[in-house]
């Protein structure tokens, strides 16, 4: 544990000279997969069959929710029944926006009137979260609502309070296991209590993206109980819509994506797709079929992604411990693909800035919250995933001396 008045600031400030000279050019930013674990999944382009087993063509046109034998692969995943998910495009965030277009335009099963013609639509948001549920938000002109996260999840304390006496509160982004960027996976408890909350708007919804579903560090994936299911239980049937995708355990934006919801979102949201598209890329379907047979064989690769990532989430542990106890604090993920590191308060844009002058590109701070605005400006979101560990050491040694140097200035 250091104590920030014992560094010596002359000799950090030459460690952080001697690393500007270094020429770094090291990108921490995104959560993408690495060059490896793309390998991991080649023989998927070598898979040029065309008809499932039970005789579709996957050549032509038609089957609008997807493959049956693509639904039954990854209805486990969200812990659904294989008819409740439709599987769509390449990318599970164009489900999540295009489901919140929807409901802006057309409104959701239960609404009064589209939510466009509200007057105000607010949605909760977990904080720190993922930057790209933000955005869809801000160019929707949804107003945001922050909600602290502790170890179990949201505050639900907080949120059943402010969604039982706002009816204008008609949504929330909830990424329920590794969350991005804490790692956090939520509670039993939580899940219920989300499930069956009263809510002043009655189209209440819940975007459930489980993006991290199967993405552990070596532990297996960490139990979730399922949103859909216990919405059901608690007489919200309506209430969810869960999202998943394999851009993080085969091709990052050329896998599958899948939604799963009731009958009743179902068949509304297969209405509208309907004059959207003739239905989805069945073939990219039918090799992830054939690519992983059953839900074991989705375990089993993700059982070799963690292999080749928990190095690099162990290396920024280890360098963290070794130079910043004290200075910060920092989640310690058991899946999922990022660290979030919490400076002392006021100094993450420093950090960040520090950083990038010598050439370790951080992503921006108080990204990880609505307007990109972290009100105690102390949040970083490290991403380990992309570079080779050896990249990945050099940036967090590189970051570690950054926290010193920003402590010690801000200390003196
Ligand atoms: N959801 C979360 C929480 C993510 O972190 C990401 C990618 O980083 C995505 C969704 C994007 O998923 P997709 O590639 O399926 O659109």
Redesign the pocket.
Known sequence: MTDPRSLDIDSIEKKYQELAAQGLKLDMTR?KPGADQLDLSNKLLDIAESHTASGIDCRNYGGLDGIPEARSLFAPMLGCHHDELIIGGN????LMYDALIRAMVFGVPGCEKPWIKEEKVRFLCPVPG?D?HFAICETLNIEMIPIETNAAGPDLDQVEKLVADDPSIKGMWC?PKYT?PTGTTYSDSNVERLASMKTAAPDFRIWW?N?YAVHHLGSGPAPLKPLLAACQAAGNPNRALMFG?T?KITF??AGV?FIATSDANKKDILARVGKQTIGPDKLNALRHVKFFGDYEGILDHMNKHAKLLRPKFQAVDRIFTNEISGLATWSKPTGG?FVSLDTKDGLASKVVELANAIGVKLTKAGATFPLSSDPRNRNIRIAPSLPPLEEVERAMEAVAVCVQLATVRAEQ
Do not use: F, I, K, P
């Open positions: 959560g990318s599970s965030l164009t993922y790209r990424v991005n993206d993006a995708s851009s990052a934006g994506s693909y």
